[in-house]
């Protein structure tokens, strides 16, 4: 069955420290990756997205993520978190050849200031 | 502002009441979504249009929901004898299929509460 799991549900850091967080993915086929964001009282919002080419994707407010094919894994990184990125992320599949997205249970980040 | 807007964004309803939700998505955009969220969970399918046309449900979608898209433009969700097994947050996503992949785009989202 297709899924995305979310290493962690709830992560706590300090601002300046660097942040990773983890998303593996099963699904037959190729897919296209995605990480949202969702800060408190807004709605989702695209990061980041990969599709082909470059495995290392960059996406807003300094954050990237790599795919990893032999892993099946699309992580997440910040190398200096702010305050301001105090939200939920979700990673997220879709198959290249259609439409289904398939979401993670999502993490929680908080950053402490 | 041109995203993808939503009505209501909350509606607090009664078991067994019929409720109605509306989207509107991107103009130029051809795909619409709809998601269903609870709370600690990512947001779960529910069903697709490509214009006017409904292309895929999902198991999760009972008989008693139902969706539209009128002439490919706006859509409307709705739920019939609500229980409270459906409060959640319903989120509406549109996207331009083009080939080898899409970007969703997400509205606010209506929070529905049972009681």
């Known amino acids: 069955a297709q899924s995305v799991s979310q290493h962690n549900h709830h992560v706590i850091l300090s601002e300046a420290a660097s942040l990773e967080l983890g998303c593996n993915y099963s699904y037959g086929g190729t897919v296209n990756l995605f990480w949202y964001v969702q800060y408190p009282g807004q709605h989702l919002q695209l990061l980041l997205k990969?599709?082909?080419?470059?495995?290392l994707v960059k996406g807003i407010k300094g954050f990237e993520a790599e795919f990893i094919k032999s892993k099946f894994s699309f992580n997440l990184r910040k190398p200096s978190v702010q305050w301001s990125d105090t939200a939920e992320y979700f990673c997220?599949?879709?198959?290249?050849?259609?439409?289904?997205?398939?979401f993670g249970a999502g993490t929680r980040l908080f950053v402490k200031a | 502002d041109t995203g993808v807007s939503q009505d209501p964004r909350h509606k607090i309803t009664k078991r067994g009441q019929n409720v109605t939700f509306r989207c509107d998505p991107i103009?130029?955009?051809?795909?619409l979504y709809w998601y269903r969220q609870t709370l600690g969970q990512g947001p779960e399918f529910l069903t697709y249009?490509?214009?006017?046309?409904?292309?895929?449900k999902s198991r999760l979608l009972s008989d008693r929901f139902s969706a539209e898209r009128p002439k490919g433009s706006f859509s409307t969700l709705e739920i019939q004898r609500t229980e409270q097994g459906d409060s959640a947050m319903y989120l509406c996503?549109?996207?331009?299929?083009?080939?080898?992949?899409?970007?969703?785009?997400f509205g606010p989202g209506t929070r529905l509460l049972v009681l």
């Open positions: 996503a549109s996207s331009l299929a083009v080939m080898g992949g899409e970007t969703q785009y």
């Open positions: 103009s130029e955009h051809n795909r």
């Open positions: 997220a599949a879709q198959n290249t050849g259609g439409f289904k997205t398939i």
């Open positions: 990969y599709f082909s080419g470059d495995p």
């Open positions: 249009f490509q214009n006017e046309a409904q292309l895929e």
